[in-house]
T-cell receptor, first 109, second 111 residues
Framework: KNEVEQSPQNLTAQEGEFITINCSYSVGISALHWLQQHPGGGIVSLFMLSSGKKKHGRLIATINIQEKHSSLHITASHPRDSAVYICAAHFQGAQKLVFGQGTRLTINP | NAGVTQTPKFQVLKTGQSMTLQCAQDMNHNSMYWYRQDPGMGLRLIYYSASEGTTDKGEVPNGYNVSRLNKREFSLRLESAAPSQTSVYFC??????????FGPGTRLTVL
């Protein structure tokens, strides 16, 4: 069964802290996506990756294909990073995305 | 490029009423999707379309119908709305396996 699990479900941290959100998936994937959704807002694609590591500003996404695991890191976190972060996988041979439950991140000033 | 557009942004219906949610993309993507998002449930796939003229059921298709009118447009219809269909609806598109673009969402309330 194609499944995606995220942890933690909720994360609260102080401004400036290093943040890690984890995503595990059940079987082989074609691609893994990290998405961001601000409260009441739309969904924005942050990264799509199938191997290695990608970086955009203070955001870093990594994936370990052998361990079926991906992480999203935020360096020097800021209150504006407060949002729900969603991991989603395109499983091999499947047309559709499978979503994790999301991680609600709150960064306090 | 406008990306993925959805109309309306907000809608209130009474039980039993019908309505169509419209979605369009101007990125020439083959695949389009309709999701609903409920508190604590994450995003759930209602229907998807891999290409013009084809549609397939997702996880929660009951109570919905879709039409892939052309490559640009993918509409979602509620024939007889029920309170359980109160949700935020997102349309998305993707060019095969590379990236996914979401619309701004439609907040639907069924009384």
């Amino acid at each position: 069964k194609n499944e995606v699990e995220q942890s933690p479900q909720n994360l609260t941290a102080q401004e400036g802290e290093f943040i890690t959100i984890n995503c595990s998936y059940s079987v082989g994937i074609s691609a893994l996506h990290w998405l961001q959704q601000h409260p009441g807002g739309g969904i924005v694609s942050l990264f799509m990756l199938s191997s290695g590591k990608k970086k955009h500003g203070r955001l870093i996404a990594t994936i370990n294909i052998q361990e079926k695991h991906s992480s999203l890191h935020i360096t020097a976190s800021h209150p504006r990073d407060s949002a729900v972060y969603i991991c989603a996988a395109h499983f091999q041979g499947a047309q559709k995305l499978v979503f994790g439950q999301g991680t609600r991140l709150t960064i306090n000033p | 490029n406008a990306g993925v557009t959805q109309t309306p942004k907000f809608q209130v219906l009474k039980t039993g009423q019908s309505m169509t949610l419209q979605c369009a993309q101007d990125m020439n993507h083959n695949s389009m999707y309709w999701y609903r998002q409920d508190p604590g449930m994450g995003l759930r796939l209602i229907y998807y379309s891999a290409s013009e003229g084809t549609t397939d059921k997702g996880e929660v298709p009951n109570g919905y119908n879709v039409s892939r009118l052309n490559k640009r447009e993918f509409s979602l219809r509620l024939e007889s709305a029920a309170p359980s269909q109160t949700s935020v609806y997102f349309c998305a598109s993707s060019p095969e396996w590379t990236g996914v673009n979401f619309g701004p969402g439609t907040r639907l309330t069924v009384l």
